[in-house]
Structure formats: structure tokens, C-alpha cells
């Protein structure tokens, strides 16, 4: 079994920066992809950024350039630094950690909010 928690989410205003970070616990095998979704209400989750075990990245063309994702595989932990926020930037973000084709895991969520 495979427990996600997130932190740093919250209130920040336009501009601003927020960091989102998760810790990965349980049976998680060596090669994986870690990443970050979210979701605002009536709207389907979308991809945020993904980065594998040999630290690979991608990133949804909506946030290129102002967000930056990272993991230590030690700790088995990621993070997305999140600047340049914007007001459509607002959704609940999830950590997710997919090993294989068929074993997908999600953390609770966090909401981010960017409003002045």
C-alpha cells in the first residue's frame, strides 16, 4: 500500500509563489513517475508536471516557465515550486505516483487559492 500526504498549499496573491510538496510512504518501487494534477470544480483533473526517476520532466504548456517540479528519490518526495501565480492557477492540486501502467496513487489534495 502506497500513502500520499501533500502540504503548502493556501491563499497567495497574484504574482505570488507557493511550493507543494508530498512524501511518499509504503511499497513504492525504485522506477516511478511523480507528479502533480489538479482539479477546479465541474472540470476534469489535469496534468500539472511529472517527473520520473531518472528525474525526466514534463509540464503542462499552461504553467512552462513559472512552475518547476523536483523530487529526491531518497526521501521519496516531490515538490513543485509554483511562481508567477495566477488567478486560473486556483484549483485543488494532487500528488500522484504511478509505478507500471496500472498502479496509480493519489494523495488527499491541497487547495491553492490566488486572489488579491
Known amino acids: 500500500q502506497v500513502q500520499l500526504v501533500e502540504s503548502g498549499g493556501g491563499l497567495v496573491q497574484p504574482g505570488g509563489s507557493l511550493r507543494l510538496s508530498c512524501a511518499a510512504s509504503g511499497s513504492i518501487f525504485s522506477i516511478n513517475v511523480m507528479g502533480w494534477y489538479r482539479q477546479v470544480p465541474g472540470k476534469r483533473r489535469e496534468l500539472v508536471a511529472t517527473?520520473?526517476?531518472?528525474?525526466?520532466?514534463s509540464y503542462a504548456d499552461s504553467v512552462k516557465g513559472r512552475f518547476t517540479i523536483s523530487r529526491d528519490n531518497a526521501k521519496n518526495t516531490v515538490s513543485l515550486q509554483m511562481n508567477s501565480l495566477k488567478p486560473e492557477d486556483t484549483a485543488v492540486y494532487y500528488c500522484?505516483?504511478?509505478?507500471?501502467?496500472?498502479?496509480?496513487?493519489w494523495g488527499q489534495g491541497t487547495q491553492v487559492t490566488v486572489a488579491s
Open positions: 500522484n505516483l504511478r509505478i507500471g501502467a496500472l498502479n496509480s496513487y
Open positions: 517527473i520520473t526517476s531518472a528525474s525526466m520532466t
